[in-house]
Structure formats: C-alpha cells, structure tokens
DNA sequence: AGCGTCCGGTAAACCGGTTTGCTAAACCGA
DNA sequence: TCGGTTTAGCAAACCGGTTTACCGGACGCT
C-alpha cells in the first residue's frame, strides 16, 4: 500500500487547529485580526504539517502574480548565448527585484509566442526587439496585458524605452570616414522573425538607415552586396565577413551592427591574413564586455544595455501601479568609443582608391 | 465615467453564446465532445469578446504551471552579469523548450529565498550553487516540490548534476607545476552566502581541494594569505590580485577558480606591468567565452556548462513525470584547455627559488 | 443596568476555470 | 412500436486559497 503524500491544504491545517479556514488564512496574512496566541499556535500547525499556501490559489484571488515576463522572439536557447541579453537581463532583474518581483521569460513555445504568453502567469510584459506592429504585440494589448516595449519604435499609445540606435550608427560610421575610410562593408543582424526583415522599427533598419546616412553625407555609395546579414553571434560575423571577402570584395572597414559579428569580423579577417587594424578596421556596436578585451579592443558604440532594462521595469512597474501613462517615452543616448580596432585606411588602398566610392574592390 | 476594462471571463463567453461554462471549455480543450458547429460557434463569440482563458485558474484546475523554476542564491543582478550564467541558461533554456515549459526565475526577494520559493508557480527547480544541506533546500523538499542541484555534491536522496571540479582543479595545479611553478596564488570565489564560505561540498571548496590536492602531491605549500576571495567578476579578480600583489607577496602563478576571476587577475597584472605569461601565468576555470577572446588568451579548464543546464532540466523533467528516481547522479568530465595565458616560470625566480616551496615573496 | 464598541472568530461567497455525473433528445435495429 | 445506445449539452462540485459580512461575548462608559 503507497503512501500517498497529498501536499496539506488550508482546510487541513483548520482541522488541525479546530478553527475555520479563515482563521489560517489570517494567521498569515492578517495575524492582526487573530488573537496573538491563537496566531502563534496556528502557524505551529501549520509548520508541522509542512503546509505551505498554494502560490496559484493565492494568485487566483489576490489577481495579481507578483511577476513579470520578459518576452523574447527567438527561442531562450538563442538568445542566452548573447552576452547583450545576459547584461539587459541583469537590469531587468535589479529593478523588478528591488520591487519584489520575480522575472518569467516568455519564448515562442512550439513556434508560437500568442499561446506562451497565454500561459504566463505575469501581472506585465517587457519586449525585446518585438516591433509594435507585430500580429503578437497587437494581440497581447487586447489581452489587456501592460507592455513596455524595448529596441523598437514606440507607437504613440504604446510605451517603450527606446535607444538613439540611428545616432550611434552614424557616429560609428563617421568616425570610418573620417580615418580615411570609403570601401566600408555592413554585417547586419538578421531578424529573428522572417516577417521583420524589412520592419522599418526594428533595431538593424535603425542603425542601417544611420550608417546609410553618414554615408550619403560624404558622397559614399554602399553597393547591395556590401550588406551582408547573419545571427548576431560571432561565428555569425564570422561567416558574413568570410562570405563577402571570398566573394572577392575588398572592403577597408568593417560596420558591424553587433560586438558580437565584429569580433566574429576580427577573426575570419585574421583567418585571412588581415591585420586589426592595419588592414581592416572594425567598429561594433552595443559595447559589451566583449569589446573590451577582445583582440583588439573593439571600438564600438556604447550603450546603455542594463540600465535600459531598469528603465524598462521601472516603467512597467509604474504603469501596474497606475503612476504613469502609456505616453511616457525616454530615449537614452550612445555614444562612440574608440579602442584598438580602427585605424587609418592603409596607405596602399588610399593611392589606389583616391577619390573612389564603391565597397567592391 | 470612465469605461471600466474587464477581463471576459468564461462566464461572460457562455452567456453571449448562450451556452453553459462547460461548453465553452470543451469548445477549447476538448471539442470532440461538442457538435463541430457548437464549438466554431462557441469560439468565435470567445474571438469577438477577446476571451483568454486564465492561465493561473487553468493551472489552479489542472495542478500544473508547465513552467520550472531556476533558483540562485544571489540576486539575479548580479548572476546574470556573469557569462558563465548566460550559457548555462541557454542550456537550461533549451531543455525546457523542448519539453513545453517556460523558465522562471527565483532569487532571495528581499534576503529571502525560501519566501521567494513559496511565491513561485513551478511545477520543479533547479537549484544552483545551493549546497544540499542548506536550510532552504531543506525546505523546499518538505514541501515536496521536485528539485535538481547543480554544482553542488549530491546528496543520496537529492537528485544532482556534478561536474569534476575537483579533478579540474588539479589538472589546473598540475599544469602549473609541470611549467616550474612553485609560488602560487589562488583567486578563490567567494560564496554567495556567508553562511557557506565553509560549505565542503560548494564548487569553491571543491576546486581548492583540488589545487591542494596537487600541490601538496609536489611538495609545495600553501600559506593561508595566498588564498584571496573575491566575487566571481572580473573587477573581482583584479581586486584579488591587487591586494595580494600589493601586500608584497610575488607568485609566478595564479589559479584562478573562475575565467573571470583569471581575466581581472591578468588585468591588475598588466597595470602593475607585469607580462602574461612571461612574468606571471594565470590559469582560469570553465572555459567561457570570454577565456577563448581574452589578451593572452587564457589557460583554462573547460566544463560542459550548457550541457550540465539539458541535464538538469531533463532529469527534473524525468523526475516530474515519475520517469526516473531521485538517485540518479552523473558526473560531467572537466578538461584542461592550454592557451597562451600560461608558460614556464621565469628563469630570474627559477635561479633564486630553487627548491623553495612558499607563495611568499 | 443598559447601551455602544471592540475583539476574536466564523460561514459563505468568490476568484475563473475544469471535470464529473446526469439527462433529454435523437438515432437505430428488430 | 419499443428498448438500447449515442450524442449534445448542462448543473454542480471542485481546485485552494482570500475576503466580506456577520455574530456572540467581553468590556467600558454613563
């Protein structure tokens, strides 16, 4: 005959102690209405039978789980080995934390991010990288689920925190040009949703348009088959830069819209032959650890990873309490550092290229 | 007057349809048992309304959340700025998505884990870092919710993923040794918990048993104050070896118990203008990323840390459908990995220590 | 003594679903 | 025509807590 271990319920512990359900119930959370003795010894009951209250019982009433989803569109698996996610996470932590509340992350389960956020027992969401027009997005407002939106474009009625990704691409791209540089390479982040490849929202169309504009600015063309995209990893970078290189283009400079793809630049460039930065220069971007003891330093663009997921909360956390509008819209700034990655273009090509604007060698 | 927003519930979906609660949720879950024109019926009025079915009362019901619980002992803040995290949750990650389930994450909410572990609606958890004899996951067995330790020495009845920290550790010393070293350092990683400094099955303990273990097979002894704790971060690390190296002492080798730990010691080293490794060689642990991609690139011992997060959720996941029992450990092998971070002992020390065993100056 | 308050505790409703009988009608073969 | 089997759908119990409304007794005050 099994022992059957039933974990004990309210009702059991009330029966323990001969009082109602009730009595339990405020023996815990309202031991102000219960006489101090008769607390003390229902928590005693309580604690020999090993109860402890149903966290899904207590939710269902109280209407409120005490934590918050972080919705990803690529499967957790991916998106973990990224270092970026792992620094944004740690600011998500620190503010939903210090608020007492617990992180739930929410990815597409069996290809669909709709039925895994109705699954999640979270009081609020926080996107990464979902564009506001998104089928999910728009579904999971009429949920009535509280969303802040990260590294995307915010509607007017939609709260985010966004990041001047377009300033810093330019900057990244100015600083090339203004070593010298014009036969330049992008290596682009590839969108995790087939359907966001041409989201003018998104992150990678965002810095995109600022390299674009720098570019234009000085009289550059970027050819189409100088932009190459891949998985922001660096075996990612690895294969677009390699792809491009041994498809014959000759690029001097390296615009890689992760640190990630631009170490994964630096070492398919070694692989060949080329020097950091005597031949290639590379500038990244997001100015995780990464860049800074990568070899070389990468210069890359700095932004704000983990206090952005602070903000984010922060503003989740606002909007739940009633505080604050869905209207309130903060653009943190980048800024362009410089390290051991770029240099001059080389003397050789400057003689060769004087005056030139394509990519293609 | 303000338009209250109500959630429809499945009440609400019934009586627009005209139908019972029951139909409704058999039009959802179970529709064979509906007339197909019922159930389309049913579901589009639920489509129109912007019904959801709420997932707490769901798992209320059915006694499952589908989700699983990863439990740190320190704030999530803080470990996920450390990469050997990421990875090993991109494992985890990856094993629970497989299966269905989303992660949740549990750390000590306001100093309290076990309060943290009440709240929380996991149907099991991965303890990391948690040595088995720790109050909390004493606690957590009592109220009979599964559980898999990882870096922690199982205990008999305590499901556990190990990893050889032990065996590493010494193939670390030995690696050191055989290069001529005699005066070490060892750059320990502090535990989480004060309460665990001592704790002889955490991985620190277990990688200094290790280091010792080696040591002392060479004949050479360690002084008590060439032991330094720090966090495992590379500020940490640098720290560590400031103070050792500023207090005078001046060892030829450091063991470092995290890559992290390694790259801050390599880092106050560079500043104090000593060469790695022609001046001092510095050997890490668990091979991250960043160990492959640091100047020098270090020496290390690498660990299967993805793959420790698949096994621990698929054991748990084993455990959870009554597939397998609580006593089923596996060890996961470690390895050493030469890079350039370490070489022979100087030959200036090599010729005035000669036979000497201290890590003193 | 009589009246109003406070104290300690309880019964029952409720949160929003799922699941278990049960019933009435439709169907079926002899 | 009639008994037996499906079929379609419903009412009510249940999951495990919290919260509201209420009640009896002790206390304090005039």
Same mark, same amino acid.
């Not at 509607?155 to 691409?169: C, F, H, K, R, T």
């Not at 998985?231 to 041994?246: M, N, R, Y």
């Given at each position: 005959?099994?022992?059957? *271990?039933?974990?004990?319920? +309210?009702?059991?512990?009330?029966?323990?102690?001969?009082v109602?359900?009730?009595?339990?119930?405020?023996?815990?959370?309202?031991? %102000?209405?219960?006489?101090?003795?008769?607390?003390?010894? +229902?928590?005693?009951?309580?604690e020999?039978?090993?109860?402890?209250?149903?966290?899904v019982?207590?939710?269902?009433?109280?209407?409120?789980? &005490?934590s *918050?989803? +972080?919705?990803?569109?690529?499967?957790?698996?991916?998106?973990? =080995?990224?270092p970026?996610?792992?620094?944004?996470?740690?600011?998500?932590a620190?503010?939903a934390?210090?608020?007492?509340?617990?992180l739930?992350?929410?990815?597409?389960?069996?290809? @669909?991010?709709?039925g895994?956020?109705?699954?999640?027992?979270? %009081?609020?969401v926080?996107?990464?990288?979902? @564009?506001?027009?998104?089928? =999910?997005?728009?579904?999971?407002?009429?949920?009535?689920?509280?969303?802040?939106?990260? !590294?995307?474009?915010?509607?007017?009625?939609?709260?985010?925190?966004?990041?001047? !990704? =377009?300033?810093?691409? &330019?900057?990244?791209?100015?600083?090339? +040009?203004?070593?010298?540089?014009?036969?330049?390479?992008?290596?682009?982040?590839?969108?995790?949703?087939? @359907? !966001?490849?041409? %989201?003018?929202?998104?992150?990678? $169309?965002?810095?995109?348009?600022?390299?674009?504009?720098?570019?234009?600015?000085?009289? *550059? %063309?970027?050819?189409?088959?100088?932009?190459?995209?891949s998985?922001?990893?660096?075996?990612?970078?690895?294969?677009?830069?390699?792809?491009?290189?041994?498809?014959?283009?000759?690029?001097?400079?390296?615009?890689?819209?992760?640190?990630?793809?631009?170490?994964?630049?630096?070492?398919? $460039?070694?692989?060949?032959?080329?020097?950091?930065?005597?031949?290639?220069?590379?500038?990244?971007?997001?100015?995780?650890?990464?860049?800074?003891?990568?070899?070389?330093?990468?210069?890359?663009?700095?932004q704000?990873?983990?206090?952005?997921?602070?903000?984010?909360?922060?503003?989740?956390?606002?909007?739940?309490?009633?505080?604050?509008?869905?209207? !309130?819209?903060? *653009?943190?700034?980048?800024?362009?550092?410089?390290?051991?990655?770029?240099?001059?273009v080389?003397?050789?090509?400057?003689r060769?290229?004087?005056?030139?604007?394509?990519?293609?060698?």
């Amino acid at each position: 005959m099994v022992q059957v *271990i039933r974990r004990p319920t +309210i009702a059991d512990v009330a029966e323990a102690a001969g009082v109602s359900k009730t009595a339990v119930s405020f023996a815990f959370n309202r031991p %102000d209405r219960l006489a101090t003795d008769t607390a003390v010894r +229902i928590r005693a009951v309580a604690e020999t039978l090993g109860y402890r209250p149903h966290p899904v019982a207590r939710m269902l009433t109280q209407g409120r789980s &005490r934590s *918050i989803g +972080i919705l990803t569109p690529q499967a957790l698996s991916v998106v973990f =080995e990224n270092p970026y996610f792992g620094t944004f996470t740690a600011g998500v932590a620190a503010a939903a934390e210090a608020a007492g509340y617990a992180l739930h992350f929410i990815s597409p389960l069996h290809g @669909s991010l709709a039925g895994a956020v109705n699954r999640a027992t979270v %009081d609020g969401v926080v996107a990464v990288g979902l @564009s506001a027009h998104h089928p =999910e997005v728009e579904q999971i407002r009429r949920a009535g689920l509280p969303m802040v939106l990260v !590294d995307s474009t915010a509607l007017p009625s939609q709260p985010a925190i966004e990041v001047d !990704d =377009e300033g810093g691409a &330019r900057a990244a791209a100015e600083h090339l +040009i203004g070593l010298g540089h014009r036969r330049f390479v992008v290596l682009a982040i590839e969108p995790p949703d087939r @359907s !966001d490849v041409d %989201d003018p929202d998104g992150v990678p $169309a965002r810095r995109l348009r600022g390299y674009l504009a720098a570019l234009a600015a000085a009289g *550059i %063309d970027l050819p189409h088959e100088a932009i190459l995209t891949s998985l922001s990893t660096i075996p990612g970078g690895a294969a677009s830069f390699a792809e491009t290189w041994d498809a014959g283009q000759r690029p001097t400079a390296v615009l890689a819209m992760s640190d990630a793809i631009a170490v994964g630049a630096m070492r398919a $460039a070694r692989e060949r032959g080329l020097a950091v930065p005597a031949d290639l220069s590379v500038v990244g971007f997001d100015d995780v650890e990464l860049a800074y003891f990568a070899d070389p330093a990468l210069t890359t663009i700095h932004q704000p990873i983990a206090r952005k997921g602070e903000q984010a909360v922060e503003l989740l956390l606002a909007i739940l309490d009633g505080r604050d509008g869905p209207d !309130d819209h903060e *653009i943190l700034a980048t800024r362009l550092v410089v390290r051991a990655s770029t240099g001059p273009v080389p003397d050789a090509v400057r003689r060769t290229t004087e005056g030139g604007a394509s990519g293609r060698s």
